[in-house]
Protein backbone atom coordinates (compact mmCIF):
# COMPACT_ATOMS: atom_id res chain seq x y z
CA UNK A 1 0.00 0.00 0.00
CA UNK A 2 1.01 3.25 -0.71
CA UNK A 3 1.85 5.56 2.18
CA UNK A 4 -0.87 8.12 3.37
CA UNK A 5 -1.47 11.31 1.30
CA UNK A 6 -0.52 13.32 4.04
CA UNK A 7 2.83 12.54 3.88
CA UNK A 8 4.32 12.04 7.09
CA UNK A 9 7.78 11.42 6.24
CA UNK A 10 7.89 15.25 5.95
CA UNK A 11 9.13 16.99 8.78
CA UNK A 12 8.11 20.93 9.33
CA UNK A 13 10.92 22.01 8.10
CA UNK A 14 10.26 20.27 5.24
CA UNK A 15 7.63 21.30 4.92
CA UNK A 16 8.31 24.59 4.91
CA UNK A 17 10.74 24.80 2.21
CA UNK A 18 8.51 23.06 0.09
CA UNK A 19 5.65 25.94 0.82
CA UNK A 20 7.98 28.45 0.54
CA UNK A 21 9.42 26.98 -2.62
CA UNK A 22 5.43 26.67 -4.34
CA UNK A 23 4.55 30.22 -2.83
CA UNK A 24 7.52 31.94 -4.73
CA UNK A 25 6.58 29.64 -8.16
CA UNK A 26 3.17 30.90 -7.99
CA UNK A 27 3.99 34.35 -7.34
CA UNK A 28 7.03 34.57 -9.96
CA UNK A 29 4.47 32.64 -12.36
CA UNK A 30 2.16 35.61 -12.34
CA UNK A 31 4.57 37.85 -12.08
CA UNK A 32 6.18 36.74 -15.14
CA UNK A 33 2.56 35.98 -17.16
CA UNK A 34 2.17 39.70 -16.45
CA UNK A 35 5.66 40.79 -18.41
CA UNK A 36 4.26 38.02 -21.24
CA UNK A 37 1.03 40.04 -21.66
CA UNK A 38 2.92 43.09 -21.84
CA UNK A 39 4.79 41.62 -24.57
CA UNK A 40 2.52 40.28 -26.91
CA UNK A 41 0.27 44.23 -26.11
CA UNK A 42 3.00 45.74 -27.69
CA UNK A 43 2.70 43.39 -30.84
CA UNK A 44 -0.67 44.18 -30.94
CA UNK A 45 -0.09 47.67 -30.90
CA UNK A 46 -2.46 47.90 -27.82
CA UNK A 47 0.98 49.49 -26.11
CA UNK A 48 3.89 51.24 -26.89
CA UNK A 49 7.21 49.48 -25.38
CA UNK A 50 10.06 51.15 -26.81
CA UNK A 51 12.07 47.99 -28.77
CA UNK A 52 14.94 47.73 -26.00
CA UNK A 53 12.50 47.28 -23.26
CA UNK A 54 10.18 44.96 -25.17
CA UNK A 55 13.65 42.82 -25.67
CA UNK A 56 14.47 43.55 -22.08
CA UNK A 57 10.93 42.11 -20.55
CA UNK A 58 10.94 39.55 -23.20
CA UNK A 59 14.56 37.45 -21.75
CA UNK A 60 12.92 38.40 -18.44
CA UNK A 61 10.29 36.33 -19.21
CA UNK A 62 12.01 33.72 -21.15
CA UNK A 63 14.74 32.98 -18.39
CA UNK A 64 12.10 33.17 -15.46
CA UNK A 65 9.28 31.28 -16.52
CA UNK A 66 12.32 28.56 -17.47
CA UNK A 67 13.52 28.78 -13.34
CA UNK A 68 9.72 28.91 -12.10
CA UNK A 69 9.21 25.64 -14.35
CA UNK A 70 12.31 23.98 -12.64
CA UNK A 71 11.41 25.56 -9.06
CA UNK A 72 7.70 24.15 -8.93
CA UNK A 73 9.23 20.93 -10.50
CA UNK A 74 11.79 20.15 -8.08
CA UNK A 75 9.17 20.81 -5.52
CA UNK A 76 6.80 18.28 -6.72
CA UNK A 77 9.47 15.52 -7.20
CA UNK A 78 10.95 16.00 -3.90
CA UNK A 79 7.85 16.14 -1.82
CA UNK A 80 7.05 12.59 -3.80
CA UNK A 81 10.64 11.50 -3.47
CA UNK A 82 11.31 12.03 0.22
CA UNK A 83 8.89 9.35 0.67
CA UNK A 84 11.16 6.62 -0.74
CA UNK A 85 13.89 7.98 0.14
CA UNK A 86 16.05 10.27 2.66
CA UNK A 87 16.71 13.73 1.52
CA UNK A 88 18.04 17.14 3.45
CA UNK A 89 15.49 19.63 2.69
CA UNK A 90 18.28 22.22 3.87
CA UNK A 91 19.90 21.69 0.06
CA UNK A 92 15.80 22.47 -1.34
CA UNK A 93 16.51 26.08 0.75
CA UNK A 94 19.84 26.68 -0.17
CA UNK A 95 18.20 26.25 -3.98
CA UNK A 96 15.94 28.85 -2.78
CA UNK A 97 18.33 31.24 -1.48
CA UNK A 98 20.22 31.14 -4.80
CA UNK A 99 17.63 31.03 -6.70
CA UNK A 100 16.44 34.40 -5.47
CA UNK A 101 19.65 35.94 -5.13
CA UNK A 102 19.76 35.11 -8.86
CA UNK A 103 16.88 37.10 -9.65
CA UNK A 104 17.27 40.01 -8.35
CA UNK A 105 20.75 39.59 -9.91
CA UNK A 106 18.95 38.78 -13.07
CA UNK A 107 16.38 42.00 -12.63
CA UNK A 108 18.94 44.23 -12.02
CA UNK A 109 21.29 43.59 -15.44
CA UNK A 110 18.02 43.35 -17.68
CA UNK A 111 15.42 45.99 -16.45
CA UNK A 112 18.58 48.54 -14.86
CA UNK A 113 21.53 47.61 -17.01
CA UNK A 114 19.65 47.00 -20.35
CA UNK A 115 20.74 43.38 -21.26
CA UNK A 116 18.54 41.97 -23.92
CA UNK A 117 20.22 38.99 -24.99
CA UNK A 118 17.30 36.54 -24.68
CA UNK A 119 16.94 33.21 -22.49
CA UNK A 120 19.41 31.47 -24.68
CA UNK A 121 22.36 33.86 -24.03
CA UNK A 122 24.10 33.07 -27.45
CA UNK A 123 27.20 33.87 -27.84
CA UNK A 124 28.90 36.21 -28.62
CA UNK A 125 25.42 38.17 -28.16
CA UNK A 126 26.09 38.99 -24.40
CA UNK A 127 29.45 40.76 -25.23
CA UNK A 128 28.51 42.46 -29.05
CA UNK A 129 25.30 44.64 -27.95
CA UNK A 130 26.32 47.40 -30.20
CA UNK A 131 25.88 49.55 -27.13
CA UNK A 132 22.63 48.70 -26.09
CA UNK A 133 24.20 46.91 -22.80
CA UNK A 134 27.44 47.42 -21.07
CA UNK A 135 29.85 44.44 -19.77
CA UNK A 136 28.80 44.25 -16.69
CA UNK A 137 25.02 44.18 -17.30
CA UNK A 138 25.99 40.75 -19.27
CA UNK A 139 27.93 40.11 -16.52
CA UNK A 140 25.79 40.49 -13.68
CA UNK A 141 23.13 38.42 -15.73
CA UNK A 142 25.01 35.15 -16.58
CA UNK A 143 26.42 35.13 -13.13
CA UNK A 144 22.80 35.49 -12.13
CA UNK A 145 21.94 32.52 -14.47
CA UNK A 146 25.44 30.54 -12.93
CA UNK A 147 23.91 30.63 -9.24
CA UNK A 148 20.91 29.43 -10.11
CA UNK A 149 22.49 26.77 -11.88
CA UNK A 150 24.47 25.80 -9.15
CA UNK A 151 21.58 25.63 -7.04
CA UNK A 152 19.79 23.29 -8.82
CA UNK A 153 23.15 21.55 -9.44
CA UNK A 154 23.03 21.10 -5.79
CA UNK A 155 19.16 19.65 -5.80
CA UNK A 156 20.20 16.98 -8.14
CA UNK A 157 23.44 15.88 -6.02
CA UNK A 158 21.54 15.43 -3.14
CA UNK A 159 18.52 13.44 -4.64
CA UNK A 160 21.37 11.06 -6.68
CA UNK A 161 23.58 10.80 -3.40
CA UNK A 162 19.81 9.33 -1.59
CA UNK A 163 19.27 7.86 -4.76
CA UNK A 164 22.37 5.91 -4.62
CA UNK A 165 22.17 5.20 -0.74
CA UNK A 166 18.83 3.70 -0.75
CA UNK A 167 18.95 1.35 -4.15
CA UNK A 168 22.48 1.16 -4.50
CA UNK A 169 23.06 2.44 -7.50
CA UNK A 170 21.75 4.87 -10.11
CA UNK A 171 20.88 2.06 -12.87
CA UNK A 172 19.00 0.30 -9.89
CA UNK A 173 16.61 3.47 -9.03
CA UNK A 174 16.36 2.97 -12.93
CA UNK A 175 14.78 -0.63 -12.35
CA UNK A 176 17.66 -2.01 -14.96
CA UNK A 177 17.78 -5.17 -13.05
CA UNK A 178 14.21 -5.39 -13.47
CA UNK A 179 14.38 -4.43 -16.59
CA UNK A 180 16.72 -6.79 -17.60
CA UNK A 181 15.36 -9.69 -16.20
CA UNK A 182 17.88 -10.34 -13.35
CA UNK A 183 16.04 -9.39 -10.56
CA UNK A 184 12.53 -10.40 -9.61
CA UNK A 185 12.37 -8.24 -6.38
CA UNK A 186 9.37 -5.32 -7.12
CA UNK A 187 11.00 -2.64 -9.33
CA UNK A 188 11.66 0.69 -7.95
CA UNK A 189 8.28 2.69 -7.67
CA UNK A 190 7.66 5.23 -10.88
CA UNK A 191 8.60 8.66 -8.86
CA UNK A 192 12.25 7.03 -8.31
CA UNK A 193 12.76 5.94 -12.26
CA UNK A 194 11.44 9.32 -12.71
CA UNK A 195 13.68 11.10 -10.57
CA UNK A 196 16.52 8.99 -11.40
CA UNK A 197 16.09 10.11 -15.14
CA UNK A 198 15.81 13.52 -13.83
CA UNK A 199 18.75 13.55 -11.88
CA UNK A 200 20.92 12.13 -14.57
CA UNK A 201 20.01 13.98 -17.90
CA UNK A 202 19.39 17.66 -15.64
CA UNK A 203 23.31 17.38 -13.85
CA UNK A 204 24.59 16.65 -17.45
CA UNK A 205 22.87 19.74 -18.26
CA UNK A 206 23.68 22.22 -15.61
CA UNK A 207 27.45 21.12 -15.95
CA UNK A 208 27.52 21.87 -19.94
CA UNK A 209 25.55 25.26 -19.00
CA UNK A 210 27.64 26.24 -16.05
CA UNK A 211 30.66 25.87 -18.89
CA UNK A 212 29.46 27.64 -21.51
CA UNK A 213 28.17 30.56 -18.82
CA UNK A 214 31.74 30.53 -17.31
CA UNK A 215 33.58 30.76 -21.03
CA UNK A 216 31.33 33.34 -21.57
CA UNK A 217 32.20 35.62 -18.55
CA UNK A 218 35.90 34.76 -19.43
CA UNK A 219 35.46 36.19 -22.85
CA UNK A 220 33.03 39.50 -21.34
CA UNK A 221 36.37 40.14 -19.60
CA UNK A 222 39.28 39.16 -22.28
CA UNK A 223 38.10 39.59 -24.92
CA UNK A 224 40.76 38.27 -27.02
CA UNK A 225 39.68 34.88 -25.40
CA UNK A 226 37.26 33.85 -27.96
CA UNK A 227 34.74 30.61 -28.07
CA UNK A 228 34.12 28.72 -31.13
CA UNK A 229 30.42 30.03 -31.67
CA UNK A 230 28.89 26.75 -33.56
CA UNK A 231 30.71 24.57 -30.35
CA UNK A 232 28.98 27.79 -28.05
CA UNK A 233 25.65 27.42 -30.01
CA UNK A 234 25.76 23.21 -29.09
CA UNK A 235 26.31 23.87 -26.13
CA UNK A 236 23.70 26.07 -24.61
CA UNK A 237 21.11 24.23 -26.56
CA UNK A 238 22.05 20.74 -25.25
CA UNK A 239 21.74 22.73 -21.83
CA UNK A 240 17.96 24.12 -22.61
CA UNK A 241 16.98 21.14 -24.34
CA UNK A 242 17.71 19.11 -21.51
CA UNK A 243 16.92 20.97 -18.73
CA UNK A 244 13.44 22.68 -20.00
CA UNK A 245 12.57 19.11 -20.69
CA UNK A 246 13.51 17.94 -17.42
CA UNK A 247 11.26 20.04 -15.96
CA UNK A 248 8.10 18.08 -17.25
CA UNK A 249 9.78 14.87 -16.08
CA UNK A 250 9.40 16.56 -12.90
CA UNK A 251 6.30 17.85 -12.66
CA UNK A 252 4.75 14.27 -14.15
CA UNK A 253 5.61 12.65 -10.98
CA UNK A 254 2.30 14.05 -9.49
CA UNK A 255 0.42 12.20 -12.12
CA UNK A 256 2.22 8.98 -10.75
CA UNK A 257 1.64 9.68 -7.58
CA UNK A 258 -1.94 11.70 -7.34
CA UNK A 259 -3.70 9.58 -9.57
CA UNK A 260 -3.27 6.12 -7.73
CA UNK A 261 -4.72 8.40 -4.49
CA UNK A 262 -7.72 9.17 -6.29
CA UNK A 263 -8.85 5.96 -7.72
CA UNK A 264 -6.97 3.66 -5.29
CA UNK A 265 -4.96 1.51 -7.79
CA UNK A 266 -1.55 1.31 -7.33
CA UNK A 267 0.79 2.58 -10.11
CA UNK A 268 3.79 -0.08 -10.65
CA UNK A 269 6.62 0.54 -12.70
CA UNK A 270 5.69 -2.43 -15.43
CA UNK A 271 8.78 -3.51 -17.60
CA UNK A 272 7.57 -1.38 -20.60
CA UNK A 273 7.40 1.88 -18.18
CA UNK A 274 10.88 1.21 -17.10
CA UNK A 275 11.98 0.66 -20.70
CA UNK A 276 10.69 4.10 -21.49
CA UNK A 277 12.43 5.95 -19.14
CA UNK A 278 15.72 4.34 -19.58
CA UNK A 279 15.00 4.69 -23.25
CA UNK A 280 14.52 8.63 -22.57
CA UNK A 281 17.02 8.85 -20.58
CA UNK A 282 19.44 8.54 -23.75
CA UNK A 283 17.23 10.35 -26.07
CA UNK A 284 16.91 13.55 -24.29
CA UNK A 285 20.40 13.62 -24.60
CA UNK A 286 20.77 13.60 -28.02
CA UNK A 287 18.26 15.15 -29.95
CA UNK A 288 19.30 18.76 -28.86
CA UNK A 289 20.26 19.47 -32.92
CA UNK A 290 16.90 19.74 -33.93
CA UNK A 291 17.44 23.53 -32.31
CA UNK A 292 20.16 23.85 -34.91
CA UNK A 293 18.45 22.48 -38.16
CA UNK A 294 19.63 25.88 -40.14
CA UNK A 295 23.05 25.86 -39.15
CA UNK A 296 24.03 24.05 -42.41
CA UNK A 297 27.77 23.66 -41.03
CA UNK A 298 26.82 21.35 -38.62
CA UNK A 299 27.99 17.54 -39.57
CA UNK A 300 25.03 16.01 -41.63
CA UNK A 301 24.41 13.05 -39.38
CA UNK A 302 23.55 15.24 -36.71
CA UNK A 303 20.73 16.75 -38.17
CA UNK A 304 19.55 13.08 -39.28
CA UNK A 305 20.22 12.35 -35.75
CA UNK A 306 18.07 15.31 -34.20
CA UNK A 307 15.69 15.24 -36.38
CA UNK A 308 14.76 10.73 -36.06
CA UNK A 309 15.18 10.92 -32.12
CA UNK A 310 13.05 13.92 -31.80
CA UNK A 311 10.26 11.46 -33.19
CA UNK A 312 11.18 8.67 -30.73
CA UNK A 313 12.33 10.65 -28.18
CA UNK A 314 8.80 11.64 -26.48
CA UNK A 315 6.25 8.74 -27.10
CA UNK A 316 7.90 6.34 -24.81
CA UNK A 317 7.33 8.19 -21.95
CA UNK A 318 4.30 10.18 -22.99
CA UNK A 319 2.74 6.48 -23.96
CA UNK A 320 3.52 4.64 -20.88
CA UNK A 321 1.96 7.71 -18.72
CA UNK A 322 -0.91 7.97 -20.99
CA UNK A 323 -2.05 4.60 -21.00
CA UNK A 324 -1.31 4.11 -17.84
CA UNK A 325 -3.54 7.07 -17.21
CA UNK A 326 -6.42 5.77 -18.87
CA UNK A 327 -5.91 2.24 -17.25
CA UNK A 328 -5.80 3.85 -13.84
CA UNK A 329 -8.77 5.78 -14.07
CA UNK A 330 -11.02 3.99 -16.51
CA UNK A 331 -13.69 2.76 -14.83
CA UNK A 332 -12.36 3.88 -11.08
CA UNK A 333 -15.28 5.96 -10.18
CA UNK A 334 -12.44 8.95 -9.97
CA UNK A 335 -13.72 12.41 -8.31
CA UNK A 336 -12.94 14.93 -10.31
CA UNK A 337 -12.26 17.93 -8.84
CA UNK A 338 -9.72 21.05 -9.55
CA UNK A 339 -6.56 18.08 -8.96
CA UNK A 340 -7.55 15.51 -11.51
CA UNK A 341 -9.33 18.00 -13.81
CA UNK A 342 -5.64 19.51 -13.96
CA UNK A 343 -3.75 16.74 -13.90
CA UNK A 344 -5.76 15.87 -16.64
CA UNK A 345 -5.48 19.08 -19.08
CA UNK A 346 -1.83 18.44 -18.00
CA UNK A 347 -1.64 14.95 -20.02
CA UNK A 348 -3.65 16.44 -22.67
CA UNK A 349 -1.40 19.79 -23.23
CA UNK A 350 2.11 18.09 -23.08
CA UNK A 351 0.74 15.49 -25.60
CA UNK A 352 -1.05 17.51 -27.79
CA UNK A 353 2.22 20.32 -27.22
CA UNK A 354 4.35 17.34 -28.68
CA UNK A 355 3.22 17.75 -32.31
CA UNK A 356 3.63 20.72 -33.22
CA UNK A 357 7.12 20.34 -31.20
CA UNK A 358 7.68 16.96 -33.76
CA UNK A 359 6.24 18.63 -36.79
CA UNK A 360 9.08 21.73 -36.30
CA UNK A 361 12.01 18.82 -35.99
CA UNK A 362 11.69 17.84 -39.15
CA UNK A 363 14.21 19.33 -41.69
CA UNK A 364 11.78 20.52 -44.71
CA UNK A 365 9.38 21.83 -42.34
CA UNK A 366 12.15 23.86 -40.05
CA UNK A 367 13.65 25.38 -43.07
CA UNK A 368 10.46 26.92 -43.20
CA UNK A 369 8.81 27.32 -39.47
CA UNK A 370 11.94 27.99 -37.93
CA UNK A 371 12.28 31.35 -35.73
CA UNK A 372 8.52 32.18 -36.77
CA UNK A 373 5.85 32.21 -33.75
CA UNK A 374 5.46 28.75 -34.33
CA UNK A 375 8.34 27.94 -32.34
CA UNK A 376 6.95 29.41 -29.43
CA UNK A 377 3.56 28.41 -29.82
CA UNK A 378 4.63 24.53 -29.62
CA UNK A 379 6.48 25.07 -26.15
CA UNK A 380 3.75 27.64 -24.71
CA UNK A 381 1.41 24.63 -25.40
CA UNK A 382 3.19 21.95 -23.73
CA UNK A 383 4.53 24.48 -20.72
CA UNK A 384 1.16 26.39 -20.60
CA UNK A 385 -1.16 23.95 -20.82
CA UNK A 386 1.20 21.00 -20.09
CA UNK A 387 3.61 21.20 -17.30
CA UNK A 388 1.88 25.02 -15.36
CA UNK A 389 -1.12 22.70 -14.92
CA UNK A 390 0.86 19.72 -13.23
CA UNK A 391 2.23 22.38 -10.67
CA UNK A 392 -1.15 24.01 -9.82
CA UNK A 393 -2.84 20.66 -9.35
CA UNK A 394 -0.03 20.18 -6.95
CA UNK A 395 -0.63 23.17 -4.90
CA UNK A 396 -4.66 22.08 -5.24
CA UNK A 397 -3.54 18.99 -3.72
CA UNK A 398 -1.70 19.25 -1.30
CA UNK A 399 -3.45 22.30 0.54
CA UNK A 400 -6.58 20.00 -0.07
CA UNK A 401 -8.31 18.91 3.29
CA UNK A 402 -10.29 15.20 3.02
CA UNK A 403 -13.17 16.87 4.90
CA UNK A 404 -13.61 19.65 2.54
CA UNK A 405 -14.34 19.70 -1.53
CA UNK A 406 -11.06 21.05 -2.77
CA UNK A 407 -12.98 22.49 -5.73
CA UNK A 408 -15.40 25.49 -5.25
CA UNK A 409 -17.68 26.17 -8.08
CA UNK A 410 -15.50 29.38 -9.18
CA UNK A 411 -12.45 27.07 -8.77
CA UNK A 412 -14.37 24.83 -11.65
CA UNK A 413 -14.90 28.05 -13.63
CA UNK A 414 -11.61 29.58 -13.70
CA UNK A 415 -10.53 25.88 -15.06
CA UNK A 416 -12.86 26.34 -17.82
CA UNK A 417 -11.67 29.82 -18.87
CA UNK A 418 -8.22 28.34 -18.30
CA UNK A 419 -8.35 25.73 -20.64
CA UNK A 420 -10.47 27.83 -23.34
CA UNK A 421 -7.72 30.92 -23.19
CA UNK A 422 -4.79 29.02 -23.02
CA UNK A 423 -5.74 26.70 -26.07
CA UNK A 424 -6.58 30.42 -27.86
CA UNK A 425 -3.36 32.02 -26.87
CA UNK A 426 -0.98 29.14 -27.84
CA UNK A 427 -3.30 28.52 -31.25
CA UNK A 428 -2.85 32.44 -31.96
CA UNK A 429 1.24 31.88 -31.81
CA UNK A 430 0.44 28.46 -33.90
CA UNK A 431 -1.55 30.05 -36.70
CA UNK A 432 0.94 33.47 -36.79
CA UNK A 433 3.60 30.69 -37.23
CA UNK A 434 2.18 29.14 -40.04
CA UNK A 435 1.98 32.50 -41.91
CA UNK A 436 5.60 33.10 -41.49
CA UNK A 437 5.11 35.45 -38.65
CA UNK A 438 8.90 35.67 -37.09
CA UNK A 439 9.46 35.74 -33.72
CA UNK A 440 10.83 38.10 -31.30
CA UNK A 441 10.06 40.91 -33.74
CA UNK A 442 8.60 44.03 -31.07
CA UNK A 443 6.98 45.47 -33.95
CA UNK A 444 4.68 43.21 -36.12
CA UNK A 445 3.29 44.39 -39.59
CA UNK A 446 -0.38 45.72 -39.49
CA UNK A 447 -1.87 42.18 -41.09
CA UNK A 448 -0.40 40.08 -38.25
CA UNK A 449 -1.58 42.40 -35.61
CA UNK A 450 -5.75 40.79 -35.48
CA UNK A 451 -3.73 37.62 -34.13
CA UNK A 452 -1.80 39.43 -31.86
CA UNK A 453 -4.75 41.28 -30.25
CA UNK A 454 -6.36 38.15 -29.94
CA UNK A 455 -3.89 36.83 -28.06
CA UNK A 456 -3.78 39.45 -25.89
CA UNK A 457 -7.06 39.04 -24.78
CA UNK A 458 -6.72 35.22 -24.29
CA UNK A 459 -3.30 36.14 -22.03
CA UNK A 460 -5.42 38.66 -19.90
CA UNK A 461 -8.37 35.47 -19.47
CA UNK A 462 -5.37 33.33 -18.63
CA UNK A 463 -4.09 35.67 -16.13
CA UNK A 464 -7.10 35.94 -14.32
CA UNK A 465 -7.62 32.23 -13.85
CA UNK A 466 -3.87 31.20 -13.24
CA UNK A 467 -4.59 34.50 -10.52
CA UNK A 468 -7.24 32.61 -8.59
CA UNK A 469 -5.13 29.29 -8.69
CA UNK A 470 -2.07 30.55 -6.98
CA UNK A 471 -4.18 32.99 -4.46
CA UNK A 472 -6.47 29.56 -3.84
CA UNK A 473 -3.13 28.17 -3.09
CA UNK A 474 -1.81 31.29 -1.07
CA UNK A 475 -4.62 31.21 1.42
CA UNK A 476 -4.36 27.90 2.32
CA UNK A 477 -0.56 27.15 3.04
CA UNK A 478 -1.68 27.04 7.02
CA UNK A 479 -2.88 23.53 5.52
CA UNK A 480 0.17 22.27 4.11
CA UNK A 481 2.07 23.21 6.84
CA UNK A 482 -0.43 21.98 9.49
CA UNK A 483 -0.84 18.18 7.66
CA UNK A 484 0.87 15.48 9.37
C1 LIG B 1 -0.08 34.31 -19.90
C2 LIG B 1 0.91 33.53 -20.23
C3 LIG B 1 2.03 33.86 -21.20
C4 LIG B 1 2.14 34.90 -22.09
C5 LIG B 1 1.15 36.03 -22.34
C6 LIG B 1 3.40 34.73 -22.79
C7 LIG B 1 3.86 35.56 -23.82
C8 LIG B 1 5.06 35.40 -24.50
C9 LIG B 1 5.48 36.20 -25.61
C10 LIG B 1 4.65 37.31 -26.27
C11 LIG B 1 6.70 35.77 -26.00
C12 LIG B 1 7.57 36.31 -27.15
C13 LIG B 1 7.17 35.64 -28.43
C14 LIG B 1 8.01 36.13 -29.60
O1 LIG B 1 9.07 35.52 -29.86
O2 LIG B 1 7.61 37.09 -30.27
C15 LIG B 1 7.07 34.69 -25.11
C16 LIG B 1 8.26 34.00 -25.15
C17 LIG B 1 8.61 32.99 -24.27
N1 LIG B 1 7.81 32.45 -23.28
FE1 LIG B 1 5.93 33.04 -22.80
N2 LIG B 1 4.03 33.62 -22.30
C18 LIG B 1 3.23 33.06 -21.33
C19 LIG B 1 3.50 31.93 -20.59
C20 LIG B 1 4.70 31.25 -20.60
C21 LIG B 1 4.99 30.08 -19.82
C22 LIG B 1 4.02 29.42 -18.84
C23 LIG B 1 6.28 29.72 -20.11
C24 LIG B 1 7.11 28.59 -19.54
C25 LIG B 1 6.85 27.93 -18.43
C26 LIG B 1 6.80 30.67 -21.09
C27 LIG B 1 8.07 30.65 -21.62
C28 LIG B 1 8.53 31.46 -22.64
C29 LIG B 1 9.85 31.37 -23.23
C30 LIG B 1 10.96 30.39 -22.83
C31 LIG B 1 9.92 32.34 -24.25
C32 LIG B 1 11.08 32.61 -25.20
C33 LIG B 1 11.88 33.81 -24.82
C34 LIG B 1 12.99 34.06 -25.82
O3 LIG B 1 12.72 33.99 -27.04
O4 LIG B 1 14.16 34.29 -25.39
N3 LIG B 1 5.82 31.57 -21.36
N4 LIG B 1 6.04 34.49 -24.20
CU1 LIG C 1 14.68 20.75 -28.02
Not at 10 to 36: F, S
Not at 224 to 253: C, Q, R, W
Not at 267 to 276: C, D, E, G, P, T
Request: proline share 5%; charged share 10%.
Amino acid sequence: MRPDPQMPSLDVAARRTIAANLAVTGLVLLLMMLVGLLLRLTQAGWLGLEPDLFYQFMTVHGVGMVGIAALGGASVMWYFLSQYVRLNSGVLAANLVLFLIGVVMILGADLIGGFAAGWTFLYPLPARSSGVWGTAAAAWHLGGLLLIGVGFLLVCLEIGRALVSSYGGLGRSLGWPQLFGTSMADPPPPTVVASTMVVIVTTLALVAGATIIVLSLVNLMVPSFEIDPLLAKNIIYFFGHVFINATIYMAVIAVYEILPRYTKRPWKSSRVFLAAWTASTTMVLVIFPHHLLMDLVMPRWTMVLGQVLSYTNSFPVLVVTGLGALAIVHRSGIRWDMVSGLLFLAMFGWMAGVVPAVVDATIIVNSVMHNTLWVPGHFHFYLLLGLVPMIFAFMYYVTADRQDATSEDYDRWALRVYIAAGLGFVVMFLYAGRHSVPRRWAVHLPEWVLYDQLASIFAVLVLLAAGLFVWRFLVRVPRLLAAG
